[in-house]
């Protein structure tokens, strides 16, 4: 096999800082290459300077595809490449698909422009790109705006574009980050099948090479047949993925792998008493058939005839992809949003019989981590004012010192030290955010904590930690969680019980270890099925 | 325990002040028209017919602040004092007294009775820019309208940013139904023709700066609520704003600690276009003859004179020269608020959009 791409010495600077430093790897025609590391290792910087879509970023070094010097090639020339020679997919597909034009507008856009094709012949091929994507019904869907599509199907019409004019190189950037877990298998699939076939149709050498970036190592197993690990800026370790499975050489590799969450629960003794009931939850949403004022209106049901119950110390997991209506559950459970049908009770009471100052109090009882620990912290207010708001308003007998050491002490638990307590939150990392957020909700003293999706705005290794807080926490304060996620790996190393939504309801439950070795439904199977 | 007291870190709203003071155009503008109005509120030192200080007899006098009859200096009438007259002028400077008048003889009222040529009299040493068809002092004129249009627009753009983040925030909040019958009674409102309402408004009262200020504040913040109810539309379903409800906190709370001082960005960055927007309402309303009524000073009557009296160019150009770079000045202003706010354009690493 000869070298595709080959990158030497790339070094790139923004503001006198090494983004990315040093780094040499080449691809071979026909090679699946996974690029891995933590958001902030220059992963996706790095793709990106192959196709020159850096801006206010000094490169050196060299890139060469197929012998060809593209650092010091003519912006011209560099167009001709981008599109039909390397092609891109981005993560977030509704943000790379332009909202105002059909997807099959948009693939053939780069169809006209590179190859010239005109008509009928040209609509011929969008649909077969979009049929060799897997996409159902593409005679359709190619009149589809991408706002009509799933997540899958826009990255579908995504990978569809890429394909487009057959290119030697695929970058594929987190491409599977944004879609629910049982999808993202299919994608991997498809793309790896797509990729055989390039192979079969045009010979190793003519092949399609995919340079995949990700953090997600399950995915690199999968697909890559050689990894390269970046930490900081630096390639540590470059190695074929059955190598670096299974006998990581760099430090950093091992401490990677190591991050999977491992399990960390302490079984329950018995003597725990039911904290939070909830029976015969329904939710529904009204919504207009039309735009018209006195449109018809139907119902659907966001969770139908839901029924669960949470122990002390015990953390129950509620796992399902997007729009399973998990989350709308969490808000139910927390009394946020009164439910159609059904009553949640919360230490022997109904909520609904909770009032004044009773009512207040439960606030501080019942408390909730969310998950993107940047949009969960007000931009404009000192650490010290986050976390001290509850405190100040359900414990208003304390005086100001007295609140300022529990500010400090609360801080010290997550593992943050004092000085933080004047700065704002943009200073911080994800990890400490999240941190932050656990400290506000720990302050008042609550019995039960509903954790959504707690870490999955966060790198492996930060989850590891995140999630070993929040166990030692509830050993210490004897805490109930209701654990909402998609990631199975994080149900098993917490929940103690788990529940598995599909459509509003809940399709199978119990005991954590037995619903992932032993799963019944056929919903549950995928799920586990996609996670390993 | 107590832990040391732990360094500060600038708050976002410090950060946008140091971000706007290293742009050296708006900074300079701010400090250069916050002393021009500064010296503006000091007018009465600057550009007064009344002696500051006087001496007269052997004993003191403050004609700036209290009302001497003609007959304390001699003279025969039981009225005010008239200190451009020659018999006060000659009284006072007799040997043994004494008078300190301000650096521009001139109030803003007050006619020269006794010109060398006609009215509208070109610049001379007695009125440094000459006088209006009356025979005022355009000096003192500019230096009192500046005045009274920098107070009317900080006035104005108050009462409209008060009114406005109000309503803005309520609807915004609240969304739904709230939102939907205040947004169409602020249509209603908004469609209400402000220019005849003044003009009717001003035959049926006395027309005042007060009228017009109260009519002109009634409209100016519809356009700002708009602004405010779309941030806090956007901020309200934010994880943070959810955190602060199951922590407890009433909506006012949240309303007041959370939304708010996330949602002012668009509020700040306009207040200097608004200032600017209020002046220029102020001074068309004055040009056009239904603004304040005389002899209250403005930039709006001095333009209309101007354009009656083509040649005299001492009215028409200093009142163009003031208005213009007042102007210039809340727009450079406003320019670098912008830019101070806008993190955006000051990102330290750019990512790509392809």
Redo the contacts between chains.
């Keep these: 096999m000869s070298a595709l791409l080959e990158i030497e010495g790339l070094t790139l600077r ?2 006198g800082t090494r ?1 990315v430093d040093d780094l040499t790897l080449s691809v071979a025609a026909g090679e699946r290459v996974a690029l891995v590391g933590e958001s902030g290792s220059g992963k996706t910087l790095t793709a ?1 300077s192959i ?1 020159r ?5 000094e490169v050196s070094g060299s890139i060469r595809l197929a012998g060809r010097e593209l650092t010091t090639l003519p912006e011209a020339q560099m167009r001709d490449i981008r599109g039909r020679d390397v092609a ?1 997919i ?1 993560q977030e597909p509704m943000a ?1 698909l332009n909202p105002l034009y059909t997807i099959g507008n948009q693939i053939a856009e780069t169809l006209a422009l590179h190859e010239g094709l005109r008509g009928k012949a040209l609509q011929e091929r969008v649909i077969a790109l979009l049929t060799g994507t897997g996409l159902r019904d593409p005679e359709q869907r190619v009149n589809s705006y991408p706002h009509q599509l799933s997540g899958g199907q826009r990255q579908r019409a995504m990978i569809a574009m890429a394909m487009a004019c057959s290119p030697r190189l695929l970058i594929a950037d987190e491409p599977t980050t944004a879609l629910d877990v049982t999808i993202r298998a299919r994608i991997v699939a498809r793309l790896l099948d797509l990729q055989q076939r390039t192979i079969q149709e045009r010979g190793i050498e003519r092949g399609m090479a995919v340079l995949l970036i990700t953090h997600d190592l399950p995915l690199v197993k999968r697909f890559a047949q050689r990894v390269a690990v970046l930490e900081h800026g630096r390639l540590v370790e470059v190695a074929s993925t059955e190598q670096l499975f299974a006998a990581p050489e760099h430090p950093y590799t091992r401490r990677l792998l190591q991050s999977v969450p491992v399990r960390n629960v302490r079984p329950l003794d018995g003597t725990e008493n039911v904290v939070l009931e909830a029976k015969g939850i329904q939710v529904q949403f009204q919504q207009r058939t039309s735009k018209r004022l006195f449109a018809r209106r139907i119902s659907t049901h966001a969770v139908q005839d839901v029924g669960f119950s949470v122990r002390s110390r015990e953390t129950v997991g509620i796992v399902g992809e997007s729009g399973s209506g998990k989350s709308t559950l969490a808000l139910v459970a ?1 009394g ?1 949003l009164r439910p159609g049908a059904g009553e949640v009770r919360f230490g022997g009471l109904p909520l609904s019989a909770y009032r004044g100052a009773q ?2 109090q ?3 009882r ?3 981590v ?3 620990p940047f ?8 650490i010290a004012q986050i976390v001290g ?2 405190l100040a ?2 414990r208003p007998d304390l005086s100001e ?1 007295q609140r ?2 529990r500010i ?1 002490s609360v801080l010290t638990e997550v593992g943050l030290t ?7 939150p ?2 911080f990392s994800g990890g400490q955010r999240q941190r932050i ?1 656990i400290a ?1 909700s720990l302050i ?1 003293e609550p019995q039960l904590i509903v954790l959504d999706e707690p870490t999955s705005a966060l790198d492996i290794s930060i989850q590891k930690q995140v999630l070993e807080l929040l166990a030692e926490l509830q050993r210490k304060y004897g805490l109930s969680y209701v654990l909402i996620t998609h990631d199975l790996a994080v149900v098993r190393a917490m929940a103690h019980r788990v529940l598995v939504m599909k459509d509003g309801r809940i399709v199978e439950g119990g005991d954590t270890l037995d619903v992932m070795e032993r799963p019944t439904h056929d919903y549950t199977r995928q799920l586990v099925g996609a996670s390993q | 325990m107590r832990a040391p007291e732990s360094r500060a870190t600038q708050s976002p709203g410090l950060r946008v002040w140091t971000r706007f003071k290293a742009n050296r155009q708006a900074w300079w503008s701010l400090v250069i028209l916050a002393s021009l109005f500064a010296l503006s509120l000091g007018a009465e030192l600057i550009a007064n017919d009344k002696p500051l200080v006087a001496r007269y007899d052997g004993r003191w006098f403050l004609p700036l602040w209290n009302e001497y009859p003609e007959t304390a200096f001699g003279g025969e009438l039981n009225t005010e004092a008239d200190y451009h007259e020659p018999f006060v002028r000659r009284a006072l400077e007799k040997p043994g007294n004494f008078a300190l008048y301000s650096p521009n003889g001139w109030g803003y009222a007050a006619m020269n009775y006794y010109p060398t040529t006609p009215h509208p009299a070109p610049p001379s040493l007695t009125n440094l820019l000459g006088t209006d068809i009356i025979g005022r002092d355009i000096a003192a004129r500019l230096l009192y309208a500046f005045r009274i249009s920098m107070l009317f627009g900080l006035g104005l753009t108050a009462i409209g940013v008060i009114l406005g983040v109000a309503f803005g925030a309520i609807q915004g909040f609240f969304g739904g139904s709230v939102d939907l019958i205040t947004q169409r009674l602020i249509e209603v409102w908004g469609s209400l023709p402000e220019l005849y309402l003044l003009i009717i408004f001003a035959s049926l009262l006395e027309p005042s700066i007060w009228l017009i200020f109260v009519l002109l504040s009634m409209f100016s913040w519809i356009g700002l609520s708009d602004y405010v109810r779309a941030e806090f539309l956007r901020n309200r379903h934010l994880e943070y704003v959810s955190a602060a409800r199951a922590m407890g906190l009433s909506n006012w709370q949240i309303m007041w600690r959370h939304v708010l001082p996330n949602s002012l960005t668009p509020v700040i960055t306009f207040i200097p276009f608004r200032i600017s927007a209020a002046i220029m309402a102020l001074t068309s309303l004055d040009f056009l003859g239904l603004g304040v009524p005389a002899p209250t000073p403005s930039l709006g009557e001095l333009l209309a004179q101007g354009k009656t009296y083509l040649y005299a160019w001492w009215i028409s150009i200093p009142t163009f020269v003031v208005l213009i770079s007042t102007l210039l000045l809340l727009t450079f202003i406003g320019d670098g608020l912008r830019n101070a706010m806008d993190t955006r354009s000051s990102a330290r690493l750019s990512k790509v959009v392809p």
Excluded: K, N, W
């Design positions: 923004a503001d983004l990106l196709l879509l850096t801006s206010g970023i891109m981005f790379a927390l946020l009512r207040r439960l606030r501080a019942l408390q909730i969310f998950q993107d949009g969960s912290l007000s931009p404009r207010r000192t708001e509850g308003l359900h010192t300022y050491d400090v004092h000085d933080c307590l004047h700065r704002y943009h200073e957020a506000r008042v």
